[in-house]
């Protein structure tokens, strides 16, 4: 593989970060995963806004313009010869001597690189998964898109060591989100609900693209947290991310979702995601 470390496109065995970085001894950095299908990147535009505004949040200053960033992630698209997959960026704080508190005028660390993966006709997709339900073991601000990522990898661990295919975490007996997907619930009245942005979750590029393609189609849409009771109840429910894009929930925890099988609005949105994505 071709990645691009701090500057340059290298092979990935050359590819060298100091050991100072703020990203490996603090976890002081951001990251966005953008879907590509077709050679083409997903909603990327959202994904850079989301890129710069968890920046923004932690002053770290923007590593180049969107331009440029589109730009190499397309050149490792190229050089990689990348159909299906995503793209990894991640930005640092920099490189300082280690100390809580850092210096001014640190210049953040940009890297990226491609993985190729199946994103489309996958077994989840089409069969649906059972996610665990597992307290949200994360900090305050998880609108931020921090490689900071232990607790997710705890879960997830787990999760699977128990047989499930992914995580929904809760938090005082309501679903804040997936451990790295956003969350959804369908009502026996139709209604599609997810919780509405805020410092408790991330705001979900593939959601934001969802809710335009429910206002494009007439389907209901409520941003609402809604309970864990609620969940198990539901009529359907469903995942989304870059990487797994819309991907039917049919058991949470032991409660068996609707018939079992991924359900009739879920396969709707599956295919208006996938008819948006080209
Ligand atoms: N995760 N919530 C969390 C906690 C996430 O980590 C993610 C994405 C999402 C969905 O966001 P989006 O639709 O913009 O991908 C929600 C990525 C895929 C990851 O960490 O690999």
Redesign the pocket.
């Known amino acids: 593989r071709i990645v691009y470390c701090a500057g340059k496109f290298v092979p990935e065995d050359q590819a060298h970060v100091s050991l100072f970085d703020r990203g490996f001894l603090f976890g002081d950095g951001v990251?966005?995963?953008t879907a590509v299908i077709r050679g083409k990147l997903i909603?990327n535009d959202?994904?850079l806004a989301?890129f710069r505004r968890s920046l923004a949040e932690l002053a770290i200053p923007m590593p180049a313009t969107f331009e440029e960033i589109e730009n190499l992630q397309q050149t490792l698209i190229t050089r990689n010869g990348l159909t299906e997959g995503?793209v990894?960026l991640q930005a640092t704080r920099g490189e300082a001597d280690r100390d809580f508190l850092y210096p001014d005028g640190l210049k953040p660390t940009l890297v990226g690189f491609t993985q190729a993966k199946k994103l489309l006709g996958t077994r989840a997709q089409e069969e649906g998964i059972a996610v665990a339900l597992v307290p949200d073991p994360r900090w305050a601000r998880?609108d931020i898109?921090t490689v900071m990522?232990l607790g997710?990898v705890l879960v997830k661990r787990d999760a699977r060591a128990a047989g499930f295919g992914d995580v929904w975490l809760t938090q005082e007996g309501q679903i804040t989100?997936?451990?790295?997907?956003?969350a959804y619930i369908v009502t026996d009245d139709n209604r599609i609900l997810t919780r509405g942005n805020s410092r408790m979750?991330?705001?979900?590029?593939?959601?934001?693209a969802l809710l335009r393609l429910c206002d494009r189609h007439g389907l209901t849409f409520e941003e609402r947290s809604f309970t864990q009771t609620e969940a198990e109840t539901a009529a359907e429910a469903f995942q989304?991310?870059?990487?797994?894009l819309v991907t039917p929930v049919v058991r949470i925890g032991d409660a068996v979702i609707g018939d079992g099988k991924p359900g009739p609005l879920t396969r709707l949105l599956q295919s208006y995601y996938l008819e948006a994505a080209g």
């Open positions: 990251y966005e995963v909603d959202l994904h989301r995503t990894y998880r898109k990522l997710q989100e997936g451990a790295s997907s956003t979750i991330l705001p979900g590029c593939t959601r934001q989304t991310s870059a990487s797994s």
